[in-house]
C-alpha cells in the first residue's frame, strides 16, 4: 500500500514521507457502456444562505442511478441523454437539505443555479444528541470503527468513476488528465491490495495549459537541479511509478482502517484516537440523516518533532456509527512561522441506496504541495564555455566564462573545484575572478598535453545576486488527485479487457465496450474560467 507518510522518530534532518507499493488482484464478471460527448447540462450548487458555493455536493439521477458530484467550487455537469428525459435530479450534501428537480427542467442553454437549504435539527434530535454525547466523542469513534466490518461491504463489489489529476500553478489549473475507471473491489474483508482497475477512457484535457512535469517523485525528498522529478519539502512520496490514481486510492483510511496509513492518522483502527484530541460532538445533517461532526487536531506530543500540527473533522452516524465522512489536513511550519499545508484528505462514503445498509465510497480527494525545478528557466547561473588561452594567460591557467556576474568569494574556496587530467588531481595554485570570466592557474605547468585533455568539475560558487551554479529556479505546485463514483455494481459489455498496471495512466491500456452514451468526464466549466 502507497502512503504519504511521516517516519519514526529518527533524524530531524531526515524527515521523510515512506511509501509501500500496491498490487490488484481480483477478477469480476462485470461490463460497461461509455463514451464521450460534447454536450452537456451544467450546474452550480450554491448555499441559499450564504451565497457561497456548496463543495462536493452529490448529484445524483434518481431513476438510472447515475452519480456525479460537485467541484470544491459547487460546479458540475450531466451528460444531455434521452433516457433521462423522465429521470429526478437529486442533490445532496452532509449540512443541507435534499433536493429533487426535474431532468426536464433542467436548462441546456445556461448554467442552472442549485440552491440547497441548511439542515436544522429539532428536539426529538436534541434529546438524541444529549443521551450520546454521555459516551463522548472518543467512544463513539471508539464503536464506529469497531463497526467497520458490519458496516461496509465485505463482499466482491464494483464501481465506475470519473477521476481526474491536475496541478495548481499560482491558483491556476494546469496538465488536467481525466479517466473513465471501473475499481474491482474485492471487500472489506480483505485489504485494498487485491483490488483491480480497469481503464475505460482517458485524455489529456488541452483546454488547459500543460508543461512539461516529471510524474516521478524524488525519492529522498532533496532537490536534483538537473532532473525534473518533483519533490515534497522535508518528505518523500513514493510515487507508484508515476501512476496518481493508485496514489489517491490507497489515502482511503477508511478502506484501509487496519493498514498503516497517512501521517498521522497512521493505523487508522489503532492510532487516530491515541495521535489526536478531539472535540464534543456537534449535530449535522444529510439531508433527514443525523449525523455527528467530531473535530480532532493532532496531540503535540505526536507532531511537534516534526515542526507540523494537522487538524479535520469525522462524521459519524449515531444510529449505526457509521463512518460518513473524514477530512484531514496537515501542515508544515515555514521559516516566516506560517502554516502551509503539506498535504490534505477528503473521503466521503454513503448509502448507495435506501434498501442497502452498507457503505459506499462516493469520492476521494487528495492533494499534497511539492516543488520542481523549472526547466524553462534558461536565465540561471551557468558555464557558457572554458578554454586554454596561453597567448593572454599563463599556459596552466583555463579560462571558464559564466552567464553572470561571479562572486568572488565563494569563486576563491579552492574546496568547490577539482580538476583532473587522467587519473590525476591537479592542484591549483591561485584563483582570479575577472566579471563573467573566472581563471584557474594549476601548479604544474609542465604537464601542457595533460591539460588540454583534463575536466573539471566546478560546484557551489554563486554569482553576485547570490544564484547558484547550475541552480534553475524552483516551482511550487499543489498535485490533485479525486475520484468520484457515478454507479455501482453494473454489469459492463466487454469487446476487449485489460487491467491497469503500475504505469502513469496515458501508458495503460483501454478496456473497450460496447453501447450508448452513459458515463461522462465532468469537467466543470468554472475550472475553465480559472485559467
Not at 177 to 202: C, H, M, P, W
Amino acid at each position: 500500500m502507497t502512503v504519504l507518510n511521516l517516519p519514526a522518530r529518527l533524524n530531524p534532518g531526515n524527515l521523510r514521507l515512506h511509501v509501500i507499493l500496491v498490487c490488484f488482484i481480483l477478477q469480476v464478471n462485470t461490463v460497461c457502456l461509455f463514451s464521450q460527448t460534447k454536450y452537456y447540462i451544467e450546474g452550480k450548487v450554491i448555499n441559499s444562505t450564504t451565497l457561497n458555493p456548496v463543495p462536493f455536493a452529490t448529484v445524483k439521477l434518481k431513476n438510472n442511478q447515475l452519480g456525479v458530484y460537485a467541484n470544491a467550487n459547487g460546479d458540475f455537469r450531466i451528460i444531455r441523454n434521452s433516457d433521462f428525459q423522465n429521470d429526478s435530479v437529486i442533490i445532496t450534501c452532509i449540512g443541507f437539505k435534499r433536493l429533487s428537480i426535474s431532468y426536464k427542467d433542467l436548462s441546456n442553454t445556461e448554467v442552472n443555479k442549485i440552491y440547497l437549504t441548511q439542515a436544522i435539527y429539532g428536539l426529538e434530535e436534541v434529546k438524541v444528541i444529549a443521551s450520546r454525547r454521555k459516551l463522548g466523542s472518543i467512544r463513539i469513534i471508539e464503536r464506529a470503527i469497531r463497526k467497520i466490518k458490519d458496516n461496509y461491504p465485505d463482499k466482491p463489489f464494483s464501481y465506475i468513476s470519473y477521476y481526474r489529476d491536475y496541478q495548481k500553478k499560482d491558483g491556476n489549473y494546469i496538465n488536467l488528465n481525466e479517466a473513465i475507471v471501473q475499481t474491482l473491489d474485492n471487500g472489506f474483508s480483505t485489504g485494498s491490495i487485491v483490488n483491480k482497475y480497469r481503464l475505460l477512457d482517458f485524455r489529456k484535457n488541452m483546454d488547459f495549459p500543460r508543461i512539461n512535469i516529471s510524474p516521478y517523485y524524488n525519492t529522498d525528498g532533496s532537490s536534483d537541479y538537473y532532473y525534473s522529478d518533483k519533490f515534497i519539502p522535508n518528505a518523500v512520496l513514493g510515487d507508484q511509478n508515476g501512476n496518481e490514481l493508485f496514489i489517491l486510492m490507497v489515502h482511503d483510511a477508511i478502506r484501509n482502517y487496519n493498514k498503516w496509513s497517512f501521517s498521522f492518522i497512521n493505523y487508522f483502527s489503532e492510532d487516530f484516537i491515541l495521535n489526536h484530541f478531539f472535540s464534543d460532538p456537534v449535530p449535522v445533517y444529510n439531508n433527514n440523516l443525523l449525523l455527528y461532526r467530531i473535530d480532532f487536531k493532532t496531540k503535540p506530543k505526536v507532531t511537534s518533532y516534526y515542526n507540523m500540527i494537522a487538524s479535520g473533522s469525522i462524521y459519524i452516524q449515531p444510529k449505526d456509527y457509521s463512518i460518513h465522512k473524514l477530512e484531514y489536513s496537515c501542515y508544515y511550519q515555514t521559516s516566516g512561522k506560517e502554516n502551509k499545508e503539506m498535504f490534505n484528505v477528503d473521503i466521503e462514503y454513503g448509502h448507495e441506496n435506501p434498501s442497502d445498509s452498507l457503505m459506499y465510497l462516493k469520492y476521494i480527494s487528495f492533494n499534497n504541495i511539492f516543488n520542481l525545478v523549472d526547466t524553462t528557466d534558461n536565465n540561471y547561473f551557468r558555464i557558457l564555455k572554458s578554454y586554454w588561452n596561453p597567448s593572454e594567460y599563463s599556459k596552466s591557467t583555463m579560462v571558464v566564462e559564466f552567464n553572470r556576474k561571479i562572486d568572488p568569494e565563494s569563486a576563491f574556496k579552492k574546496k568547490n573545484y577539482e580538476i583532473m587530467a587522467g587519473k590525476k588531481t591537479e592542484k591549483i595554485k591561485s584563483i582570479q575572478v575577472s566579471g563573467y570570466k573566472l581563471l584557474i592557474k594549476l601548479k604544474d605547468e609542465k604537464a601542457k598535453k595533460r591539460f588540454r585533455k583534463c575536466t573539471v568539475s566546478i560546484e557551489n560558487i554563486k554569482d553576485i545576486d547570490g544564484n547558484i551554479l547550475n541552480h534553475r529556479k524552483p516551482m511550487e505546485l499543489y498535485q490533485y488527485r479525486e475520484l468520484f463514483v457515478q454507479e455501482y455494481n453494473k454489469a459492463l459489455p466487454f469487446t476487449d479487457s485489460c487491467y491497469m498496471q503500475y504505469l502513469p495512466l496515458e501508458k495503460n491500456c483501454i478496456s473497450k465496450v460496447r453501447g450508448k452514451d452513459k458515463y461522462w468526464m465532468n469537467t466543470p466549466e468554472n475550472i475553465k474560467q480559472d485559467k
